[in-house]
């Protein structure tokens, strides 16, 4: 399964950094950290983390990844989408690239 997810905290916590501009980049630091340390095949964009993997260890990820971003506000927004495909791997990057084949499919 492939996961896209965004978390982002809301509100004052005890690891608000002072951000004039209202980034949450620390916080979003916190939750890709783990992502990357889970070892599954993962991509971050400017505004989502895929993940991809089996449904337990997923979401495992994303609690987690949730979880680390909790102390940078009162509250937490997560996102999330999911693409269930049993029995598919290597979709995080098949996906584009039968994307980007179509599209010179297109240009021909």
Known sequence: MLIA???APSGNGS???ENPDGSVHDAVAAAVAV???SGLPHRTSSMFTEIEGEWDEVFAVVKAATDAV???GSRVSLVLKADIRPGRTG???GKVERLEEALER???
């Open 106 to 108: 297109r240009a021909d």
């Open 70 to 72: 909790l102390p940078y």
């Open 5 to 7: 997810f965004s978390v």
């Open 15 to 17: 690891a608000s950094a």
């Open 35 to 37: 992502v990357r340390a």
């Open 91 to 93: 979709e995080i990057d």
